[in-house]
């Protein structure tokens, strides 16, 4: 352990939160219909699209009706994406496809297209031997904006259905009421948060020598005299969506760990902060959009106390090693010029610190990029991703799921400590019973259910583990590369502790590839199943809470913006992850961690 | 008029607390006992999905045990057949105990309206014209008459007479109550019973709906019905049972990927230890028990609703007289205006006070005495007595064409000026001088003439500004209701410590506030005895009616208080709150035990998993922190441990957790302390106790 390792992870709190904290308000005001100074700029084209879409926004969605025009938008979106995969070849005219690559073969489509849909970015595929520039740009770069951009919808309709006051004369049981306009919240999240950024973004990544062209692949010699290919394709403009959407779908197979994609120690800060950036403002926006700033940094609170003690223990475990390297008598104590520790599957120009907080960074949300090989970190350091997935991606999160997620965590909470204190419980002045207790709970199950289900039926059956390479992997490997698949894939997260396959690709280009069917249809349907009850079930509530009558808070109401709170709060989710992962993780990571033996 | 009272001496037990049933008690726990056997039914078990699951296992395993013992070794995994017994019977046991629990709660409440039930014995019913019919042929409507010594047959209202009433058998108190047509106390009860007197009452229920019958049905539980609270928290429960089913399941493939059979009963078992069970079995026995512990305050609720709404209840609207103060405002003082001499209003508020039964009107005519005035015959002289409404807010008598009025001060100047006279300038200023002082002023006026005031006095009772200062601390306001002026008001809320009163009010007005308060998002909870009280009672989130209040009172509240306490609204708001805060502990309990059982079971499962020398303990083996003795013993003290400290929480579950007006924060810290850490705690201890018992034995 290094003073610029525990200062860069301190550093990195500060600036994320000095960030987030402006960010935050801009969206309150972009998501409560004010004036921003972006308007002058974005208003005309704001308006224009949704002539173009058909909409009028002026009028409220109540919950099913977003949930309706949401299901809508996402399966034309995957008939889309699902059609220019498939097509690839037919695209080329476009002069962007430079290398002529084929379609990937429909099982793996079908799990990629899913993927992206999703938000989860899982890669049965290596981008540059796979996809076409233009299936990147027009396919596979549109989802990562508009699957965040659906995140984030969601999770502001939650927050209109918590924070909408209907008074009493206008309230109608009988009746739903707007929880906002899922148009509306779509083009306004692309337009006024996720593209001004990210065109920030990409600028930074291009001056530090993240490259942005649309040129053949270059060939040549390297100094071990074999010929060489180094593949080529605009990557700046697409890596900072990438990592800003949370979706963390690499344009190379290597993905931020390739020096195209995050060159060096300035753009590995950049695409951390680029990560967590919207998911920790979000938290900033609610606080504002409650009246009650103080909400906000109590879920604040929570997701960065977790973020630190996760990213502590990674560092902590991969700056001391492994037990099999002790075992070995490798050096892991930091010497004169070496940092120590574990540097196995690390590059060089992050070194240790960077590549724990990036894979912690990038495992509590659901962006899933990786600058390291996980598979290859120490047991304990590669049990913090396996702990940060088992938490439900409610430590930040994803952008909108983040904050969603954790809503229901909050809700449950609530519940709890409500009744601990003698009052039918209320959130923000809401009671909080038994419907939405149900829903509550069904979010709440369903990764779990689907993570642990998928892995069971994966390890179980023949045609799982055919996606297991055995040469390299058993035991506990094997089950951790598994049992992390579906984790990755029921977290709509898509990083991987590599190994577990996919996809059979003898050549660059797709031709003589093909998929294979259980594990893409398992994990495609594992993402879509994960991703879209979850938001049925978060507007559900939000449905529900918004017709709901506003209690004034008294000195009998539980506070929900107190460190007593923040205290339950992370009991529940710790508890609940725990409790539902244990057995699964005892198999895996942790017999890794309590072992010298490799597998 | 006959005004015979029986005032017989105030004895026997405390009034206002029922003694609990020990659950001790022979009978009571025989009968439990039988109880938790039949419960056992399936049938029953469905409506509980954490038991249930329970008995399922508890099933399969002994069907286990039955097809190792006949010669299927085999189906039992490598598990000999005296571990699936132990496992079988603890199962079992647990679902026995969960039953017990509730059988115990019940059988208090059995017995409690065993009591109740004795008095519902075959009273005949002597009808108004003559005729007799069984009491529980009685409809509403019917009049009956009741004589000295006779059973009221039925509940209702006292149309004609007076009587005094031993209500004893349903509140407990010995002392006679006096029971009259007319007024606000003219509300009986059937099973009480008549000491003197005759009275004809008007039957106000139907058969077999009596007050009695629903009392009897509320202790027994036989119509509970589960409140929202209760509901959501099961809902919660269930989704836990899920989780956990899904996540034992899934551990089968999972342990054969290591190359580790697990056995049926071991998954089993690790899923019984998991899901609930120790809230899942006391649930409903909290329930039966919060109720049981109103009743023991003489308070019946009349839906468990109200019970749990109580606990969330944010403003308390107290009447003034006779629950903040003493409630006996005494003359103390004439004060004439100018040209009246003072024994001229003497004279004058003695007469308009003559037929005024109120202490108020007495201590007049107490006071009055003192100039030498005395006491008149109404009947004498014509006179016709005009009763005091709410609306005119004065009483008074018409003698000899004179209309002789004394009431509020306002009441009595707009009665003057619309009669053309001039209130003198020296009565605003004698009226605000005693209301300024705490003192309620009474106007006395003839015709169009005010002659002056009286002074009554009034005292806040001792201990009130504690109370109050309690209820803020639970977070609820307090608001006194007062008919007095704003002056007066003023003075006695300062003095009493409420948060805030309303003056000069009104049935309407008061209607109006509980509107306001409940348009704010507040819950309202109210006491109220008079008819005219029945609308806001109504309207009220917890309405308490007083058991002495009309039988309209009593109908349009959701308590009633036997002891006619107002302030037992403070006690029934504890209760409320303590029934929620026994199920949100132990629920926090029994999740945060999962940890230390997690800590028992999978170890022991996965002893051996990656060994590196076959059959030997592999790395997993090191997280046995609590180094139980065996796999078989680790995994039978879990169970153990899980079944048996269902019955030691039986106690808390019927008293309920302990609960002090501190603020929610405060409460909230104290409970995850004992729960939350307690419950990560405790089982460590308590299983490694059990293991070194069965570990031994085992050895043995």
């Given at each position: 352990?290094t003073v610029y390792?525990?200062?860069?992870?301190?550093v990195?709190?500060?600036?994320l939160?000095?960030?987030?904290l402006?960010?935050g308000?801009y969206m309150?005001?972009?998501?409560t219909?004010q004036?921003t100074f972006?308007?002058?700029l974005?208003?005309?084209?704001?308006?224009?699209?949704y002539?173009?879409?058909?909409?009028?926004?002026?009028?409220?969605q109540?919950?099913?009706?977003y949930?309706?025009s949401?299901i809508?938008?996402s399966?034309?979106?995957w008939?889309?994406l699902?059609f220019i995969?498939?097509?690839q070849t037919?695209?080329?005219f476009t002069?962007?496809?430079?290398?002529?690559?084929h379609?990937?073969p429909?099982?793996v489509?079908f799990n990629?297209?899913?993927?992206?849909?999703?938000?989860?970015n899982?890669q049965?595929?290596?981008?540059?031997?796979t996809?076409?520039?233009?299936?990147?740009?027009?396919g596979l770069a549109?989802?990562?904006f508009?699957?965040a951009a659906v995140?984030?919808s969601?999770?502001?309709a939650?927050?209109?259905?918590?924070?909408?006051h209907?008074?009493?004369?206008?309230?109608?049981?009988?009746?739903a009421h707007?929880?906002g306009?899922?148009?509306?919240d779509?083009v306004?999240?692309?337009?006024?948060?996720?593209?001004?950024?990210s065109?920030?973004?990409?600028?930074?990544l291009?001056?530090?020598g993240?490259i942005?062209?649309?040129s053949?692949y270059l060939?040549?010699?390297?100094i071990?005299h074999?010929a060489q290919t180094?593949?080529?394709?605009?990557?700046?403009?697409?890596?900072a969506i990438k990592?800003?959407g949370t979706?963390?779908?690499?344009f190379?197979n290597?993905?931020?760990?390739?020096p195209?994609e995050?060159?060096?120690?300035l753009?590995?800060?950049?695409?951390m902060l680029?990560?967590?950036?919207?998911?920790a403002?979000?938290v900033?926006t609610?606080?504002?959009?409650?009246?009650n700033r103080?909400q906000?940094?109590?879920?604040?609170?929570?997701m960065?106390?977790?973020?630190?003690?996760?990213?502590a223990v990674c560092y902590?475990?991969?700056?001391?090693?492994?037990?099999?390297q002790?075992?070995?008598?490798?050096?892991t104590a930091v010497?004169?010029g070496?940092?120590?520790?574990?540097m196995?599957?690390?590059e060089?120009r992050?070194?240790i610190?960077g590549?724990a907080?990036?894979?912690?960074?990038?495992?509590?949300?659901s962006?899933g990029?990786?600058?390291?090989a996980?598979?290859s970190?120490?047991?304990?350091g590669?049990a913090?991703?396996?702990a940060?997935?088992?938490?439900s991606e409610?430590?930040?999160?994803?952008v909108g799921t983040?904050l969603?997620?954790?809503l229901l965590?909050?809700l449950?909470?609530?519940f709890l400590?409500g009744?601990?204190?003698?009052?039918t419980?209320?959130y923000i002045?809401?009671?909080?019973?038994a419907?939405e207790?149900?829903?509550v709970a069904?979010?709440?199950l369903?990764?779990?259910?689907s993570?642990?289900?998928?892995?069971?039926l994966?390890?179980?059956t023949?045609?799982?583990?055919?996606s297991?390479d055995?040469?390299?992997?058993?035991?506990?490997q094997?089950?951790?590369e598994t049992?992390?698949?579906?984790l990755?894939?029921a977290n709509?997260?898509?990083?991987a502790f590599?190994?577990?396959?996919?996809?059979?690709?003898?050549?660059a280009?797709?031709?003589g590839?093909?998929?294979?069917?259980?594990a893409?249809?398992?994990?495609?349907?594992?993402?879509?199943?994960a991703?879209?009850?979850?938001?049925l079930?978060a507007l559900?509530?939000?449905g529900t809470?918004v017709?709901k009558?506003?209690?004034p808070?008294?000195l009998?109401?539980m506070?929900?913006?107190?460190?007593?709170f923040?205290?339950?709060?992370i009991g529940?989710?710790?508890?609940v992850?725990?409790?539902?992962f244990?057995p699964a993780?005892?198999?895996g990571p942790?017999?890794?961690?309590l072992?010298?033996h490799?597998? | 008029m006959?005004t015979?009272?029986a005032q017989a001496?105030a004895?026997g037990?405390?009034?206002?607390?029922?003694q609990a049933?020990?659950?001790?008690?022979?009978d009571?726990?025989?009968r439990?006992?039988r109880?938790?056997?039949i419960?056992?039914?399936?049938?029953?078990?469905?409506?509980n999905?954490?038991?249930?699951v329970?008995?399922?296992?508890a099933v399969?395993?002994s069907g286990?045990?039955?097809?190792?013992?006949?010669?299927?070794?085999?189906l039992?995994?490598h598990?000999p057949?005296w571990?699936?017994f132990t496992?079988?019977?603890?199962?079992?046991?647990?679902?026995?105990?969960?039953?017990?629990?509730?059988a115990f709660?019940?059988g208090r409440g059995?017995a409690q309206?065993?009591t109740?039930r004795?008095?519902?014995?075959q009273?005949v019913a002597?009808m108004q014209d003559?005729?007799?019919r069984?009491?529980e042929?009685l409809r509403?409507?019917?009049?009956?008459?009741?004589?000295?010594?006779e059973l009221?047959p039925g509940?209702?209202?006292?149309?004609?007479?007076?009587a005094?009433?031993?209500?004893?058998a349903i509140?407990?108190e010995s002392a006679?109550v006096?029971?009259e047509?007319g007024?606000d106390?003219?509300a009986?009860?059937?099973?009480t019973r008549?000491?003197?007197d005759?009275?004809?009452?008007?039957?106000?229920?139907?058969?077999?709906q009596s007050?009695l019958d629903?009392m009897?049905?509320?202790?027994?539980?036989?119509q509970?019905r589960?409140t929202?609270?209760e509901?959501a928290?099961?809902?919660?429960l269930?989704?836990l049972t899920?989780i956990?089913m899904?996540?034992v399941?899934t551990?089968?493939?999972?342990?054969?990927?290591?190359?580790t059979?697990?056995?049926d009963?071991t998954?089993i078992?690790?899923?019984?230890?998991l899901?609930?069970t120790t809230?899942?079995?006391l649930?409903?026995?909290i329930?039966i028990?919060?109720?049981d512990?109103?009743v023991?305050?003489n308070v019946?609720?009349l839906s468990?609703?109200?019970?749990?709404a109580s606990?969330?209840?944010d403003?308390?609207?107290?009447?003034k007289?006779?629950?903040?103060t003493i409630?006996n405002?005494?003359?103390?003082e004439?004060?004439?205006?100018p040209?009246?001499?003072?024994v001229?209003?003497a004279e004058?508020?003695q007469?308009a006070s003559?037929?005024d039964e109120t202490?108020?009107?007495?201590?007049?005519?107490v006071?009055?005495?003192?100039?030498g005035?005395?006491?008149?015959d109404?009947?004498?002289?014509?006179?016709?007595?005009v009763?005091f409404?709410?609306?005119?807010?004065?009483?008074?008598?018409?003698i000899?064409?004179q209309r002789l009025r004394?009431?509020?001060g306002?009441a009595?100047?707009a009665?003057?000026?619309?009669e053309g006279?001039?209130?003198?300038?020296e009565l605003?200023q004698?009226?605000d001088r005693?209301a300024?002082?705490?003192?309620?002023?009474l106007?006395v006026a003839?015709?169009?003439?005010?002659?002056g005031?009286?002074?009554?006095?009034?005292?806040v009772?001792?201990?009130?500004r504690?109370r109050?200062?309690?209820?803020r601390?639970?977070g609820?306001?307090?608001?006194?209701?007062t008919g007095?002026?704003?002056?007066?008001?003023k003075k006695?809320?300062?003095?009493?410590?409420v948060d805030?009163f309303?003056?000069?009010a009104?049935p309407e007005k008061?209607?109006?506030?509980?509107?306001?308060?409940q348009?704010?998002?507040r819950?309202?909870?109210m006491?109220?005895?008079g008819t005219?009280?029945?609308?806001?009672?109504?309207?009220a989130?917890?309405?308490v009616?007083m058991?002495?209040g009309t039988?309209?009172?009593?109908?349009a509240?959701?308590?009633?208080d036997?002891?006619?306490?107002p302030t037992?609204?403070?006690?029934i708001?504890?209760?409320?709150?303590?029934?929620?805060?026994t199920r949100g502990?132990?629920?926090?309990?029994?999740?945060?035990?999962?940890?230390?059982?997690y800590?028992?079971i999978l170890?022991a499962?996965?002893?051996?998993?990656y060994?590196?020398?076959?059959g030997g303990k592999g790395?997993l083996?090191?997280?046995?922190?609590?180094?139980?003795?065996?796999p078989?013993?680790?995994?039978i003290?879990a169970i153990?441990?899980?079944a048996?400290?269902?019955?030691?929480?039986i106690?808390?579950?019927l008293?309920?957790?302990?609960?002090?007006?501190?603020?929610?924060?405060?409460l909230?810290?104290?409970?995850l302390?004992i729960y939350?850490l307690?419950?990560l705690?405790?089982?460590f201890i308590?299983?490694?106790l059990i293991d070194?018992?069965?570990?031994?034995?085992?050895?043995?």
């Amino acid at each position: 352990m290094t003073v610029y390792g525990w200062g860069l992870i301190v550093v990195f709190a500060l600036v994320l939160t000095a960030l987030a904290l402006p960010l935050g308000r801009y969206m309150a005001a972009v998501y409560t219909g004010q004036r921003t100074f972006m308007d002058p700029l974005l208003a005309r084209p704001e308006h224009l699209l949704y002539r173009v879409i058909g909409v009028r926004v002026d009028r409220g969605q109540d919950w099913k009706r977003y949930a309706t025009s949401l299901i809508a938008f996402s399966l034309v979106g995957w008939l889309l994406l699902y059609f220019i995969l498939r097509t690839q070849t037919l695209w080329s005219f476009t002069g962007l496809n430079p290398m002529g690559y084929h379609s990937m073969p429909w099982n793996v489509a079908f799990n990629t297209v899913s993927s992206f849909l999703t938000n989860t970015n899982w890669q049965y595929y290596g981008g540059e031997t796979t996809m076409s520039y233009f299936s990147q740009m027009a396919g596979l770069a549109v989802q990562n904006f508009v699957s965040a951009a659906v995140g984030i919808s969601v999770a502001v309709a939650l927050i209109r259905g918590i924070v909408t006051h209907v008074a009493t004369s206008e309230r109608d049981s009988a009746k739903a009421h707007s929880i906002g306009n899922f148009w509306q919240d779509l083009v306004r999240t692309v337009l006024y948060v996720l593209l001004p950024i990210s065109l920030i973004i990409a600028l930074i990544l291009l001056s530090q020598g993240v490259i942005e062209n649309f040129s053949r692949y270059l060939s040549f010699t390297g100094i071990t005299h074999i010929a060489q290919t180094l593949a080529m394709g605009p990557v700046a403009s697409q890596e900072a969506i990438k990592l800003l959407g949370t979706n963390g779908g690499g344009f190379f197979n290597t993905n931020s760990a390739h020096p195209f994609e995050n060159s060096n120690g300035l753009t590995n800060f950049v695409e951390m902060l680029a990560v967590l950036l919207i998911p920790a403002a979000l938290v900033f926006t609610y606080g504002r959009m409650t009246g009650n700033r103080r909400q906000g940094y109590a879920i604040y609170a929570t997701m960065m106390l977790m973020f630190l003690g996760a990213a502590a223990v990674c560092y902590i475990a991969e700056a001391h090693g492994s037990p099999a390297q002790h075992v070995a008598g490798l050096h892991t104590a930091v010497r004169a010029g070496t940092t120590g520790g574990n540097m196995e599957g690390k590059e060089q120009r992050f070194g240790i610190a960077g590549s724990a907080l990036f894979n912690v960074v990038t495992t509590v949300t659901s962006c899933g990029a990786v600058n390291s090989a996980l598979e290859s970190f120490t047991g304990i350091g590669g049990a913090v991703p396996f702990a940060n997935l088992s938490a439900s991606e409610v430590i930040f999160g994803g952008v909108g799921t983040g904050l969603y997620s954790i809503l229901l965590y909050v809700l449950l909470a609530v519940f709890l400590g409500g009744l601990m204190v003698g009052r039918t419980p209320e959130y923000i002045g809401k009671k909080v019973e038994a419907r939405e207790i149900k829903l509550v709970a069904l979010g709440i199950l369903i990764t779990p259910l689907s993570a642990l289900f998928s892995t069971a039926l994966a390890t179980a059956t023949r045609a799982g583990r055919a996606s297991i390479d055995t040469a390299i992997a058993h035991g506990p490997q094997a089950f951790s590369e598994t049992l992390y698949a579906y984790l990755s894939q029921a977290n709509n997260n898509g990083s991987a502790f590599a190994g577990y396959s996919g996809f059979v690709q003898p050549v660059a280009g797709n031709v003589g590839s093909h998929g294979i069917t259980f594990a893409d249809l398992l994990g495609g349907f594992t993402m879509l199943f994960a991703r879209y009850a979850p938001i049925l079930f978060a507007l559900a509530v939000a449905g529900t809470l918004v017709n709901k009558r506003v209690s004034p808070a008294g000195l009998g109401t539980m506070r929900t913006d107190n460190p007593t709170f923040v205290v339950l709060l992370i009991g529940v989710i710790v508890l609940v992850g725990a409790l539902t992962f244990f057995p699964a993780l005892l198999l895996g990571p942790i017999v890794q961690g309590l072992t010298g033996h490799l597998y | 008029m006959s005004t015979t009272t029986a005032q017989a001496p105030a004895a026997g037990p405390s009034p206002g607390r029922r003694q609990a049933v020990s659950v001790l008690r022979g009978d009571i726990a025989r009968r439990a006992l039988r109880d938790s056997i039949i419960k056992l039914d399936p049938r029953v078990q469905v409506r509980n999905p954490v038991m249930f699951v329970v008995e399922l296992g508890a099933v399969i395993t002994s069907g286990t045990w039955i097809a190792q013992v006949f010669g299927q070794p085999a189906l039992g995994g490598h598990d000999p057949a005296w571990y699936t017994f132990t496992i079988a019977i603890w199962l079992w046991l647990t679902v026995i105990f969960a039953n017990l629990a509730e059988a115990f709660a019940e059988g208090r409440g059995r017995a409690q309206a065993d009591t109740l039930r004795s008095m519902r014995q075959q009273t005949v019913a002597t009808m108004q014209d003559g005729s007799t019919r069984r009491a529980e042929e009685l409809r509403r409507g019917d009049r009956v008459v009741v004589v000295a010594g006779e059973l009221i047959p039925g509940d209702g209202t006292v149309v004609e007479g007076i009587a005094s009433v031993d209500e004893s058998a349903i509140t407990g108190e010995s002392a006679p109550v006096i029971r009259e047509s007319g007024g606000d106390r003219s509300a009986v009860t059937g099973g009480t019973r008549v000491l003197s007197d005759r009275i004809v009452v008007e039957i106000t229920q139907e058969p077999g709906q009596s007050f009695l019958d629903r009392m009897i049905n509320l202790v027994e539980g036989a119509q509970r019905r589960k409140t929202p609270n209760e509901v959501a928290l099961g809902i919660l429960l269930s989704g836990l049972t899920l989780i956990f089913m899904i996540v034992v399941a899934t551990l089968r493939p999972f342990g054969l990927f290591a190359g580790t059979n697990i056995s049926d009963t071991t998954l089993i078992s690790l899923l019984v230890a998991l899901i609930p069970t120790t809230i899942g079995a006391l649930l409903s026995a909290i329930g039966i028990a919060g109720m049981d512990r109103l009743v023991r305050r003489n308070v019946l609720a009349l839906s468990g609703r109200a019970v749990e709404a109580s606990g969330d209840v944010d403003v308390l609207l107290l009447d003034k007289t006779g629950t903040i103060t003493i409630g006996n405002r005494l003359a103390s003082e004439f004060v004439p205006m100018p040209g009246v001499s003072e024994v001229e209003l003497a004279e004058v508020a003695q007469l308009a006070s003559l037929a005024d039964e109120t202490p108020e009107g007495r201590s007049i005519v107490v006071l009055a005495k003192r100039y030498g005035i005395r006491e008149h015959d109404l009947t004498q002289m014509h006179a016709e007595f005009v009763p005091f409404t709410a609306q005119t807010r004065m009483s008074g008598v018409d003698i000899d064409g004179q209309r002789l009025r004394k009431g509020a001060g306002d009441a009595v100047i707009a009665m003057v000026a619309a009669e053309g006279g001039q209130p003198p300038a020296e009565l605003r200023q004698t009226l605000d001088r005693i209301a300024g002082e705490g003192g309620t002023p009474l106007a006395v006026a003839r015709d169009n003439q005010v002659l002056g005031v009286v002074y009554l006095k009034d005292t806040v009772k001792e201990g009130m500004r504690q109370r109050f200062d309690q209820l803020r601390a639970m977070g609820i306001r307090t608001i006194m209701i007062t008919g007095d002026n704003r002056l007066t008001a003023k003075k006695i809320a300062a003095e009493a410590g409420v948060d805030d009163f309303l003056a000069e009010a009104t049935p309407e007005k008061k209607l109006e506030l509980i509107r306001e308060q409940q348009a704010a998002g507040r819950m309202v909870a109210m006491t109220g005895d008079g008819t005219n009280d029945a609308p806001a009672l109504a309207q009220a989130d917890v309405g308490v009616a007083m058991n002495t209040g009309t039988q309209a009172a009593r109908e349009a509240g959701n308590m009633v208080d036997l002891d006619s306490n107002p302030t037992k609204l403070i006690e029934i708001v504890e209760v409320g709150k303590q029934l929620l805060i026994t199920r949100g502990a132990l629920t926090t309990f029994s999740i945060a035990n999962d940890v230390a059982k997690y800590f028992a079971i999978l170890p022991a499962i996965f002893i051996s998993t990656y060994a590196t020398v076959r059959g030997g303990k592999g790395p997993l083996s090191v997280l046995n922190v609590m180094g139980l003795g065996d796999p078989r013993s680790a995994v039978i003290s879990a169970i153990v441990f899980n079944a048996i400290v269902i019955p030691l929480l039986i106690p808390i579950s019927l008293r309920g957790v302990s609960y002090r007006p501190v603020g929610a924060s405060a409460l909230l810290r104290r409970n995850l302390l004992i729960y939350g850490l307690g419950g990560l705690a405790a089982p460590f201890i308590g299983i490694k106790l059990i293991d070194l018992i069965v570990h031994n034995l085992l050895g043995a």
